[in-house]
């Protein structure tokens, strides 16, 4: 079993950003969770699937083959064979992938590959269920979180400096409709592990996150 750190929270805690900083601080290959479950929604809206039919969704997944490589330390997804990491990040395929990763048949398939990457390699993995399912026995469990109008404005201004028009307050909407339904659907919710420090970002910098996971995960060396 490698070192793992699980990182869970909602929408736009700034998990990837602290994680990726803190995979580089301690040597660790940074697993992005989310960017599978997102493979797994562009193959749906590729392959016109009904994201909202459980049954068409469960279906098809078999046929989704996800695979990570890391090029100079950055993840890549590759799905059937295509490097589809370019077009993970969009908001359609943000909340396809929230309304899919509620079917348990798409869950199914990416645990293996998580867990398997977890006990093959040192890293810090995020997402939502990776403290309390995937990792259970981490080595490091945060629980990363801000106020839904903290995460709205980061998201705002991310889009807003790439040049994309964009609202606010539809912003805030879409996440906390996403909030609503990664924390209450039946297979693998999102909630913090018993065992998982909380860190709420909302009034800190990158640098402070940082530095306060890499204090938390030295001290369980
Ligand atoms: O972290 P993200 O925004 O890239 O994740 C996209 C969606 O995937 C998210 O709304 C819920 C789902 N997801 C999940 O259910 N379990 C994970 N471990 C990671 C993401």
Redesign the pocket.
């Known amino acids: 079993m490698g070192f793992n750190i699980a990182v869970?929270g909602p929408?736009?805690a700034g998990?990837?950003t602290i994680a990726k900083l803190v995979a580089k601080k301690m040597n660790l290959i940074y697993v992005?969770?989310?960017?599978?479950?997102?493979a797994m929604a562009l193959y749906f809206i590729k392959n016109d699937v009904d994201i909202n039919n459980v049954e068409a969704v469960a279906k098809a997944c078999i046929g989704a083959d996800i695979t990570l490589k890391y090029e100079e330390g950055v993840q890549m997804v590759y799905l059937n064979g295509e490097n589809v990491t370019a077009f993970?990040r969009t908001e359609e395929v943000?909340n396809a992938?929230?309304v899919t990763?509620?079917v348990p048949q798409v869950?199914a398939r990416l645990l293996e590959l998580?867990q398997t990457l977890a006990k093959n390699s040192d890293c810090i993995m995020?997402?939502?269920?990776?403290g309390t399912c995937?990792l259970p026995n981490a080595d490091v469990k945060i629980y990363l979180t801000a106020s839904s109008e903290v995460r709205a404005k980061r998201r705002y201004d991310e889009l807003v400096s790439k040049g994309e028009e964009c609202d606010l307050a539809k912003i805030q909407e879409d996440i906390e409709e996403?909030d609503f339904?990664?924390m209450n659907r039946e297979v693998?919710p999102?909630k913090q592990a018993e065992d998982a420090v909380l860190v709420d970002s909302s009034y800190m910098s990158i640098d402070e996150v940082v530095e306060r996971i890499v204090g938390i995960a030295e001290s369980c060396k």
């Open positions: 869970d929408a736009g998990k990837s992005d969770t989310g960017a599978m479950y997102r993970l943000g992938a929230s990763s509620g869950r998580q995020d997402g939502r269920d990776i995937i996403r339904r990664d693998a999102l």
